[in-house]
């Protein structure tokens, strides 16, 4: 699904350069450096190189000040060239990341992390939504499985993946229940799923046993155990119960990659429709 999803983007961004002879440009801002995080650009540079879309990092200073900060994103909102901008996270713990991500166009918000961009989530009116939730939507989708009326049930209420999650399904008309650090019964919820979400960070959360036979199961965890990749869900008990289940890795990872891509190129698609 990724590489056919890239290679669509690949298309419509080589025929967006011949018609409005204008490059899909994605700059993205980093502030302090690691080694995770510049191995996560460089790939981020690679997969944008893979589909024609330029690409730029920006790495200010670990101790940048928020003003240094807010006066680089707004430059890059005026700037007429970049049609896309993406904050690489963590920020350093002076610096709020909230508060800079609504600093970001939200035409150019590539990752959909701008309250307006889920403002308009919340209001059926989807212009950009976050990566990882639209890369859940489309998996789904891909299984024929009907969201509309269907028991959907999301573990894990983070701002950049649960919550989103829970909105896109219910603009798809499911009826979503979203578990979170004070559910009292996960097990009640997850085993009536038709559909259901993980994601929370914690290997092995999910079982076989708490899942609905012939349930579509999305694992967006991302952990590392005994030097292996594991998601939330144990794999091997649930896929004998699920009728569609994602791997990690190798699922929702690449898909998210592959949003980015799409993301960047409907950002620049909004831009040149204004002028």
Do not use: H
């Given at each position: 699904m990724a590489?056919?999803?890239?290679?669509?983007?690949?298309?419509?961004?080589?025929?967006?350069?011949?018609?409005?002879?204008?490059?899909?440009?994605?700059?993205?801002?980093m502030v302090g450096s690691s080694p995770a995080?510049?191995?996560?650009?460089?790939?981020?540079?690679?997969?944008?190189?893979?589909?024609?879309?330029?690409?730029?990092?920006?790495?200010?200073?670990?101790?940048?000040?928020?003003?240094?900060?807010?006066e680089r994103i707004t430059r890059l909102n005026s700037d007429g060239a970049v049609t896309g901008i993406m904050l690489h996270l963590p920020l350093p713990a002076h610096l709020n990341a909230t508060a800079v991500q609504y600093l970001i166009d939200p035409r150019k918000d590539v990752e959909g992390v701008n309250p307006a961009n889920i403002g308009y989530v919340v209001y059926g009116h989807t212009i950009i939504a976050p990566c990882t939730a639209q890369a859940v939507i489309e998996m789904i989708r891909s299984t024929d499985v009907p969201m509309r009326g269907a028991e959907a049930?999301?573990?894990?209420?983070?701002?950049?993946?649960?919550?989103?999650?829970?909105?896109?399904l219910a603009e798809q008309m499911a009826t979503v229940t979203l578990c979170h650090v004070a559910t009292k019964d996960l097990n009640l919820h997850t085993q009536r799923a038709e559909i259901l979400v993980v994601a929370v960070?914690?290997?092995?959360?999910?079982?076989?046993?708490?899942?609905?036979?012939?349930?579509?199961?999305?694992?967006?965890?991302?952990?590392?155990?005994?030097?292996?990749?594991?998601?939330?869900?144990?794999?091997?008990?649930?896929?004998?119960?699920?009728?569609?289940?994602?791997?990690?890795?190798?699922?929702?990872?690449?898909?998210?990659?592959?949003?980015l891509l799409q993301n960047t190129l409907r950002s620049a698609e909004l831009l040149f429709a204004r002028g």
């Open positions: 590489t056919a999803l890239r290679q669509r983007v690949k298309q419509r961004v080589a025929d967006m350069a011949d018609k409005a002879r204008r490059p899909v440009y994605l700059t993205a801002i995080g510049e191995l996560y650009a460089q790939r981020q540079r690679e997969a944008c190189k893979t589909v024609g879309i330029a690409y730029e990092l920006i790495t200010l200073p670990e101790d940048a000040s928020f003003e240094l900060v807010s049930v999301v573990v894990g209420a983070s701002e950049i993946a649960g919550k989103p999650i829970t909105l896109l960070g914690k290997p092995g959360l999910v079982t076989g046993e708490q899942i609905k036979k012939g349930a579509v199961v999305i694992d967006v965890g991302i952990n590392r155990v005994a030097g292996k990749t594991v998601g939330d869900v144990d794999f091997e008990s649930a896929s004998q119960k699920a009728g569609w289940i994602t791997p990690v890795p190798g699922g929702v990872g690449p898909m998210t990659v592959a949003m």
